[in-house]
């Protein structure tokens, strides 16, 4: 007997979901912004530790848990009762415990193996400690992506946020009270509370599955037809996304130093709020175009789809609008040194609206696992991004790191694009939203930082001017807004 959703289940949840994202990720970007603003405020040094750190736990994800985390949201769905789900966890914990053995090994032999991915020293008497984060890191996101993978997305919304609800408590009480704690021992203090609070987001996720009806463990092993296919490559796809996610950082690293790095991270954690709607709503979207596959309701495939893209259209072209209007207003609530990067932060705004389709041709590249296709695109974008940075960075400095991950990340998401709306032949289409917002960002960046003098009040008359002249081309509604404004803000139905 199966026990797949039904469509209005899938709906349901879905809209559930995404307020719980919604909500969660509204907290909680707001949260990782004051982390990184406290930490830039205690100096460049500290903000570049926290960066380090995100880079540690990155390498972590990437080559300890194996597969990465679509593995289980794509296969969970598609499993038809609740014991064979058990049995697909158990023998995938099992295959997760071996290649984090595997690997972990391969560490402590070559060493600097390690070091090459941080860029600095690893003193190997710590390496027990390495060993306990990633055990840690191994157990929260199996538990928190079988979450996902049972649309238990409530969950998984509040896991997600549980290292920052710990992090920001613990950096604010040393920043007003202890300050010299942070400039001496920023690192450890900073990974003592990322372990805390994984701790806290697999207990939260744990317990969130044992009320799952539609799951049961059960020991024995049971993998899914195209498990190895699509694993390996997915896998492969995990450590491409390592290396755009953090090549970056590592080649600023390798330029500078940990302050060249916390001035850098300072337009990173800016930057991110352009990403926050795919961030709220992402750990959805893979689980949700999973299960309407399994129904085989193309047209709510499609619906779903339309909804998505121009939503994140609209939602992350007015960040972006936001964020170059005041680029060198909110660099400098960092410090006053930080503003000289707010040109870098235009660009990155800017790429960010082109590429932004991948919010929702991702989840439908994941969902129909075109895995070929999606590391051979990942494949050549890394390799012309390693290679424009190492031609280019003794010439052209931070500027060479930026220019080359942005023009491949322009070049990804065209060829994603093509590929879903072209050759996948699902009657997809683009919505008017994004060109118009390709060309206003682009005018907005120009202006900004080639005209406009810095200041509060003449970024707030730009911003309004290129809002209003954004959504006046786009056609976009006062309904239509009235509705984006209800779905961030409505609390009832969100339970």
């Known amino acids: 007997m199966t026990d797949f959703l039904s469509t209005s289940e899938i709906k349901s949840r879905s809209i559930k979901g995404a307020k719980w994202l919604l909500l969660m990720n509204g907290i909680g970007m707001p949260l990782g912004f004051l982390i990184a603003l406290l930490l830039g405020r205690v100096g460049p040094a500290t903000l570049g530790e926290y960066a380090l750190v995100q880079i540690l736990i990155n390498v972590i994800i990437t080559f300890v848990v194996y597969g990465g985390p679509p593995v289980l949201a794509v296969f969970m769905p598609k499993i038809p009762n609740a014991e064979d789900r058990g049995r697909f966890l158990f023998s995938y914990t099992l295959i997760l415990l071996a290649m984090m053995v595997l690997a972990l090994a391969v560490f402590r032999v070559f060493p600097k193996a390690l070091e090459f991915l941080l860029q600095r020293e690893f003193d190997m008497r710590e390496y027990a400690l390495f060993i306990l984060l990633a055990l840690m890191i191994v157990l929260t996101d199996t538990l928190t992506n079988a979450a996902s993978g049972m649309?238990?997305?409530?969950?998984?919304?509040?896991?997600?946020?549980?290292?920052?609800?710990?992090?920001?408590?613990?950096?604010?009480?040393?920043?007003?009270?202890?300050?010299?704690?942070?400039?001496?021992?920023?690192?450890?203090?900073?990974?003592?509370?990322?372990?805390?609070?994984?701790?806290?987001?697999?207990?939260?996720?744990?317990?969130?599955?044992?009320?799952?009806?539609?799951?049961?463990?059960?020991?024995?092993?049971?993998?899914?037809?195209?498990?190895?296919?699509?694993?390996?490559?997915?896998?492969?796809?995990?450590?491409?996304?390592?290396?755009?996610?953090?090549?970056?950082?590592?080649?600023?690293?390798?330029?500078?130093?940990?302050?060249?790095?916390?001035?850098?991270?300072?337009?990173?954690?800016?930057?991110?709020?352009?990403?926050?709607?795919?961030?709220?709503?992402?750990?959805?979207?893979?689980?949700?175009?999973?299960?309407?596959?399994?129904?085989?309701?193309?047209d709510a495939i499609r619906k779903a789809y339309d909804l998505l893209q121009r939503t994140g259209s609209i939602l992350m072209t007015g960040s972006a609008l936001f964020l170059i209007s005041y680029s060198r207003e909110l660099l400098s609530l960092f410090g006053g040194s930080y503003s000289s990067y707010s040109y870098i932060l235009s660009i990155i705004c800017v790429v960010a609206v082109?590429?932004?389709p991948y919010f929702g041709n991702l989840p439908i590249l994941i969902a129909y696992e075109k895995n070929a296709f999606r590391l051979t695109v990942s494949t050549f974008q890394i390799l012309i991004q390693v290679a424009g940075t190492i031609l280019f960075i003794r010439s052209f400095g931070i500027m060479s790191i930026v220019w080359a991950k942005m023009i491949c990340?322009?070049?990804?998401?065209?060829?994603?694009?093509?590929?879903?709306?072209?050759?996948?032949?699902?009657?997809?289409?683009?919505?008017?939203?994004?060109?118009?917002?390709?060309?206003?960002?682009?005018?907005?960046?120009?202006?900004?930082?080639?005209?406009?003098?810095?200041?509060?009040?003449?970024?707030?008359?730009?911003?309004?001017?290129?809002?209003?002249?954004?959504?006046?081309?786009?056609?976009?509604?006062?309904?239509?807004?009235?509705?984006?404004?209800?779905?961030?803000?409505?609390?009832?139905?969100?339970?």
């Open 409 to 495: 990340r322009i070049l990804a998401n065209v060829a994603g694009t093509i590929y879903v709306i072209f050759r996948m032949k699902l009657g997809l289409t683009l919505p008017r939203t994004y060109m118009v917002g390709i060309a206003v960002a682009i005018a907005t960046a120009v202006i900004r930082n080639g005209l406009l003098q810095a200041g509060w009040g003449v970024s707030t008359g730009g911003y309004i001017v290129s809002l209003g002249v954004y959504l006046t081309l786009s056609r976009v509604t006062i309904h239509e807004m009235r509705n984006l404004i209800l779905l961030v803000v409505r609390r009832k139905h969100a339970g």
């Open 151 to 298: 649309m238990l997305i409530k969950v998984t919304a509040i896991a997600g946020q549980m290292t920052r609800f710990v992090l920001l408590p613990l950096v604010a009480i040393l920043f007003f009270f202890k300050r010299d704690l942070l400039v001496s021992y920023g690192l450890p203090c900073i990974l003592g509370g990322f372990f805390v609070g994984y701790l806290a987001a697999a207990i939260f996720s744990a317990s969130g599955i044992a009320r799952e009806q539609r799951f049961k463990i059960r020991a024995g092993l049971s993998l899914p037809s195209g498990f190895w296919a699509f694993s390996l490559s997915t896998m492969a796809f995990t450590v491409f996304s390592f290396l755009y996610s953090n090549f970056d950082r590592m080649a600023v690293l390798s330029l500078q130093d940990v302050k060249g790095l916390g001035m850098y991270q300072a337009v990173i954690s800016l930057s991110a709020l352009v990403e926050l709607v795919p961030h709220m709503l992402g750990a959805s979207l893979v689980p949700m175009f999973s299960s309407l596959l399994a129904t085989g309701k193309m």
């Open 354 to 356: 082109v590429a932004s």
